[in-house]
């Protein structure tokens, strides 16, 4: 007999998963892989208006034989060791029109040097379905900024790209985007007031050029800063605590941690070592 507990619970709500389709794929830089996705379940996902919109892409062990959408709930109670991988990346652009995305996908290596997603987008083909949840975002560049600020790396570019394209043609301010390797610069859209800096080489540079920045006019400044989370807690330093920058003014957290894979990173902002304010 069951107990009154056991009776009473809700069952667990899945979230829904949207399942596309490769339509197509384009090395646009020597380690990144642009993939367009669409087909009918563009509509199941939840769209929104962000620049930094993001989906989690459930990515199943091709010798599981497991086809999407997946029954989280069944596998995580009889066969855990068969969960689909979840891996966060940025819409770098919506078609409404014709029910497709592009995602912008980060390449480091061949094979098994890749990461799960990674080796996934390097191997797919045109027509291979791949599960997804979201979007989820939140930062957007606010049409009445004065100036605007944009820090990232590799794995912002994406949003980075997306919020310039999104900006008034007057708008005004910089744009600092790390890169391991010089060959990776794209040609970005930007507006003519808005500088487009690349840093090339040690990440630690881009703590150098944060902190040569004249920063003591708050107003009308609008700050967009999103890299490897050491990076992150010493930017969020310099922004907040050393230049006062409000806030409210910023849309700032890690979203990698050097060393960690997506599940670790995860799991580890709830704990002190995920915080990125000291």
Request: charged letters at 25%; proline letters at 6%; a negative charge.
């Amino acid at each position: 007999m069951q107990s009154t507990t056991e009776q009473t619970r809700p069952a667990r709500r899945q979230k829904a998963q949207a399942v596309l389709e490769v339509l197509g794929k384009t090395r646009i830089s020597p380690r990144l892989l642009r993939l367009t996705l669409g087909g009918e379940g563009y509509s199941a996902l939840n769209r929104n208006e962000h620049t930094d919109a993001y989906v989690k892409l459930l990515v199943a062990d091709p010798s599981s034989g497991l086809q999407p959408p997946y029954d989280m709930d069944a596998l995580r109670e009889s066969s855990p060791e068969l969960m689909p991988a979840r891996r966060t990346y940025t819409v770098r652009r919506w078609d409404d029109e014709n029910q497709r995305l592009d995602l912008d996908v980060v390449l480091h290596g061949d094979g098994e040097d890749n990461g799960v997603a990674a080796r996934w987008a390097d191997e797919a083909q045109p027509g291979d379905p791949i599960a997804m949840m979201g979007a989820g975002g939140g930062y957007t560049p606010q049409p009445g900024t004065r100036r605007h600020l944009l820090i990232g790396d590799h794995a912002a570019l994406p949003a980075i790209a997306a919020a310039l394209e999104s900006m008034d043609p007057a708008a005004t301010g910089l744009a600092l985007i790390h890169l391991d390797h010089d060959a990776d610069r794209l040609q970005l859209e930007h507006p003519e007031g808005v500088e487009l800096r690349w840093v090339i080489g040690a990440r630690e540079q881009l703590v150098d050029a944060v902190s040569a920045l004249d920063l003591s006019d708050h107003e009308g400044l609008q700050v967009f800063c999103h890299v490897e989370r050491g990076i992150t807690k010493t930017l969020r330093r310099l922004l907040v605590k050393e230049a006062g920058i409000p806030r409210a003014q910023l849309s700032i957290s890690a979203y990698w941690a050097l060393g960690r894979i997506e599940d670790q990173f995860q799991a580890e902002k709830r704990e002190p070592i995920g915080a990125i304010d000291e």
